[in-house]
Every structure is written in structure tokens, then in C-alpha cells.
């Protein structure tokens, strides 16, 4: 199969390049190939009932708590997985098998939480401290069960306490709720008073991304996200 300039595919490319044949392509059509193709904005295949894909475990060999925590991290349930995981480390006798299911499954998780920090990272040197208090809050409701989560996570937490880091949040939270109503309305009102909010924090990242927003929803109708810079029309 070959993506084409267009944003079409070919199956089999190859037959008669030079002229039409080339959009021919096979003289089947796999239906599989087009599963693949359709699924490209929407990566979500089982490939032989393995919902996620963790080194050194096959899903259909674990019984009992272990199946259950395997289950709970398929559904994001870190919290609940970390739980039944050392129950099973607790217990009186754990064969070698399960002690390595158990640190594979961990280990998993632990990389899960690696990502999140890095994105606290990012909204720290963003300045975006309430999408950062925001993830903060997610993460703790995932992670706090890990031995070393509070102690990763400590410079947020602490952070987070400082006046400074306070009163960003707020003007953040502020800033969110006008969006939302914007979004909700779409109305010369709620354009208004984010240009209200972006007159009276100029300086301020929120107040940028009032002004940026409020300007581009006058002149083109759009809702723009200065965080990802995607635009919603």
C-alpha cells in the first residue's frame, strides 16, 4: 500500500506507474489493507486480543489479581492496578513468574507517569500553571499509589503553594471560564469580555492568548487554541 500527494492510497502500486494503471492497482482489493488505511486517524487495533502491549507479558496467561491489574491499566486505572499489583508483592509466597509480571507491570506504569511529568515540565516552561495544576490533579488520582510519586512530583506541589504560582492559577481558571464561554456562545458579549481580560493582564500568557483569541474570532469567525495551536471552526 502507497499514500499518494493526495492523501489517497494505492494497494499493490506498482502495475502500470507511468499512466491510470498506477490508481488501478491490484486486481483485488484486501479488505484488511483498507481497515489499515481508514484506521490511520483512529489507531486503535487489537492485533490478537492484546489490548496493550507491555514487554514480557501475555495477557492470556495471567489469572486472578494480576489478570485484574493488567485489566484496570487497559482501562486507565493505574490507581487500582498499582492496588492489586502489591497485593500480590504482599502476599506470604510469590513465585519468581509473578514477582516479574508484577515489575513489568510497574515498570509500565511508571513509564505512563514519565510522560506526564515531561508535560509538567513543558507547562511549566510554558508558564500554563493551571493546565500544569490541572494535569497535576489528573495525575495524582493515577499515580499517587507509587512508591516514588509524591517525591517526583514535589517541586509542583510545593510550587504550586507559592503565592505567585497561586494567583497565576487563578488568572488561568479566569481565563478558561471566558474561553468556555466563548465556545458556548460565540457572541459579541463573550468576545467582549475577553478582550476585557486581555486589556487589563496584557502581560500576563493568559492574557495574550485572550487578546490572540478575541481578535482572530472577530475577524475570521474562529476559535483559535494559542496552547496547541490548532483552530477549532
Known sequence: MMRCHDGS??????????DNGYYMASRYHPTGTMIL?????????????????IPGINPKALTGKLDIAYK???????????????SVRGA??????DTAVCAALTTHIEMLLLVD??????????????????TLESMDNNFDALPSYKE?????????KEESWKNTVKLGA????????????????STRALESFA???????????????????????????????????
Open 37 to 53: 488505511a481508514y484506521g490511520l486517524n483512529n489507531p486503535k487495533l487489537l492485533i490478537q486480543g492484546i489490548q496493550v502491549s
Open 174 to 189: 479566569s481565563y478558561a471560564k471566558l474561553l468556555a464561554t466563548l465556545n458556548r456562545t460565540r457572541s459579541p458579549t
Open 92 to 97: 506470604k509466597t510469590i513465585s519468581s513468574e
Open 72 to 86: 484496570a491499566i487497559v482501562e486507565k486505572s493505574y490507581k487500582d492496578a498499582i492496588r492489586f499489583i502489591n
Open 199 to 233: 486589556q487589563k493582564n496584557p502581560d500576563t500568557l493568559y492574557g495574550k492568548w485572550a487578546a490572540e483569541i478575541a481578535a482572530a474570532f472577530r475577524a475570521h469567525g474562529v476559535i483559535p487554541d494559542p496552547a496547541t495551536d490548532l483552530t477549532a471552526k
Open 9 to 18: 492510497f494505492v494497494l499493490l502500486p506498482g502495475r502500470d506507474y507511468a
Open 117 to 134: 511529568m515531561n508535560r509538567l515540565a513543558a507547562l511549566e516552561k510554558s508558564g500554563d500553571l493551571y493546565t500544569l495544576s490541572l
Open 152 to 160: 517526583r512530583t514535589l517541586h509542583f506541589t510545593t510550587s504550586l
